[in-house]
Every structure is written in C-alpha cells, then in structure tokens.
C-alpha cells in the first residue's frame, strides 16, 4: 500500500549553579545591533522549558537590549521550518531531523545535545491484536514527517523486512498521531513523549517495539549564519542552555512540574517521561552522536528522502559542530 506522504511532501517539508559561571556575559564582547532572538521551545526538550519559565536568556541578554522571542515547536519539522524560515536562529530537533534539514539545503549547525531521551516507540492501541512489527503490513500508521519518530517507524520496517510502501502512513502532528490512536482511526503510530507517555497511561496504549538506539539524540541547532556572526551571543545561549540541563537533571522533581504545567499533561505523564526514558549526558556532540546520524543515512538513501544528488555523508560532516559549546563550557 503505497504511502500518503510523497517525495515531493516530505522534502519540501523537511539545584542551584553558580550564578557568575552561567549568567554573566563578557561586556562589549557582543555584536552590536542585535535586537530580538528567536529560540524555541517544546514539550520534548526539558532544558527548553526550564529556560523559559525562569528568564535565563532574558537575564542573560539583557546588557546589550537582546529580547527574547520565545517560539513553539510541536515537533522536529517545525522547528526545522522555522529555522530555514529565519524565524528563530535557535531549534530544537532529534538529531535525525537535522541530518536531512541540513542534506536538504537548511544552513544549520548541531552544537549541544540537551538530552538523550528515548521518546519513540511504535504505539499500539490497547486492544489491538498486533504482536510484532511484521504485522504492519498493510495498516494504517500515523507518523510525523521529518522527525525522530518517522525515521524510526522506517527503521523498525526495515528490520522486519517491510518498508514504507508496505504500510499506510497518515501524516499527522504527534498530538493528532495519539488522537488518532485512540480513536481507532489508525492501527500504530510512530510515538513522541510526553504524548506517548500520556497514552499509555490515559489510554492504555501499548509500546510494540522499542529500541533506544535508533533514537538519536535531542539535539539543539543553530543557523549558521547566526553563529558566523553572533558567536559571543552563542556561547551566551550555550551556557544558559547549560544551566537548564544540569538543572533538569539534578532536580527531577521540578523538572517534572515545569513539563507537566507547560504541556498541560499530569505530572505523572511528564515523570513517567523523564524518570524512565530521559537520559543527559556530555552535551557537546561527539563520536556517538555522529554513529547515531550515520545509522540513518542508510534509512534516508533507500527511501530517497533527500533532494537529488543530496551529499548525506558531506552533510554529516558540516551539522556536527562541537566547538561552540566546548567554548561555552570553557567558560
């Protein structure tokens, strides 16, 4: 059965820290003229929440009049959209995302990890009959194109033999993925926390295949021109953004109250979430990193994902950028 989402579709649409070490920026070490900053936010980056509710960047910025523009992002196509857009200089994606946004042409750099969530699975309702990934063949699945869950959803087709011709894949948002889930409108969805967690614990719904593994990574992106010309304000973002991390995970507690009250969802949605399946580790993006995004390559070779001619290993090579945030950390 062939697939909703073309070619054309899918490329077109690809506790408390030291104060002075996070929050005090060099003087006159800024580019001047710099008046707003566009960041995201979104349900499945903590760090992003956390910065958020307590003004941080705005604290941060505030000696050289910088004002924070604090953008939504539902999931990893939208942050990527509004980065090629120029809409925010700072998105947060699952790694994955970033390797095709930057493939396809988007100018963007991975400097930091804000985590290393497992926070996709293939879901199942909770009466459906489905035993093992096989089974797929020929149902329905929602998923959301250009982001973790969707390279996944290919991945697990790929182990069992099928690919993404052999499934009906229905294009949704991951809020409308879980509605329609649990209408019974789909037969599996390509999971992402904090609604897979809600699922499973409002609805029943079941994990049928997981593997940490082929989740890679929330990685935090910056256009590149943003950071050839701002690199002090980077670094500035990177140290705040560093403050978030080591915050979320070292109070757990109130990381899990900051997600619950930004999502909407109950506090045991976003612990579930963050005590189970939410890792944070070195931030700067090295070696394991790298052998993340290069298990995906072959996912996006085989199902021409990428524009034509499309240099996937060159693409690789020019996201990772580590420097900005040993710079930051440096600091």
């Known amino acids: ?3 909703r989402i073309s070619r054309r579709a899918f490329v077109g649409g690809a506790l408390t820290l030291s104060t002075a070490a996070f929050l005090t920026p060099r003087r006159g070490a800024f580019a001047a ?4 900053l566009g960041v995201d936010y979104a349900y499945y980056n903590p760090p992003s929440l956390i ?9 941060a910025l505030a ?3 910088t004002k924070i523009e604090w953008v939504l992002s539902l999931g990893s196509n939208k942050a990527n959209s509004f980065l090629a857009a120029n809409a925010i200089q700072f998105g947060s994606t699952a790694g994955s995302a970033a390797l095709l946004a930057r493939a396809n042409g988007s100018p963007i750099r991975t400097v930091y990890l804000y985590s290393q969530p497992e926070w996709t699975a293939t879901v199942i309702g909770k009466d459906s009959p489905l035993r093992n990934v096989k089974e797929l063949r020929g149902k329905k699945i929602a998923a959301t194109k250009g982001t973790d869950p969707f390279f996944f959803l ?4 790929k182990d069992a033999g099928l690919s993404q011709n052999d499934v009906e894949i229905v294009e ?11 209408r019974g409108q789909v037969d599996a969805w390509a999971g992402l926390d904090p609604h897979m967690a809600a699922s499973e614990l409002d609805a029943g719904s079941r994990l049928l295949y997981r593997n940490p593994a082929y989740n890679t990574y929330g ?4 256009r590149e021109d943003f950071l050839h010309d701002h690199p002090d304000v980077v670094t500035t973002v990177l140290r705040q953004y560093e403050r978030a991390r080591k915050f979320a995970a070292t109070n757990l507690d109130e990381t899990v109250k900051i997600v619950a009250e930004a999502s909407g969802l109950e506090a045991r949605v976003a612990d579930r979430q963050l005590r189970l399946r939410t890792r944070y580790p070195n931030p700067s993006p090295g070696a394991d990193y790298r052998r993340a995004l290069e298990g995906v390559i072959p996912i996006v070779r085989a199902n021409q994902l ?10 690789l090579a020019a996201l990772v950028d580590p420097a900005p945030t040993k710079t930051a950390l440096r600091g």
């Open 1 to 3: 059965m062939k697939t």
């Open 33 to 36: 003229g710099l008046d707003k």
């Open 51 to 59: 910065l958020k509710k307590y003004g941080w960047l705005e604290e």
């Open 63 to 65: 000696p050289i009049g």
């Open 154 to 157: 290919l991945r697990a087709l």
């Open 172 to 182: 949704l948002q991951h809020p409308d993925g879980r509605q329609a889930l649990e």
């Open 219 to 222: 990685a935090l992106n910056v």
């Open 306 to 315: 990428a524009l034509p001619g499309a240099d996937l290993d060159g693409a």
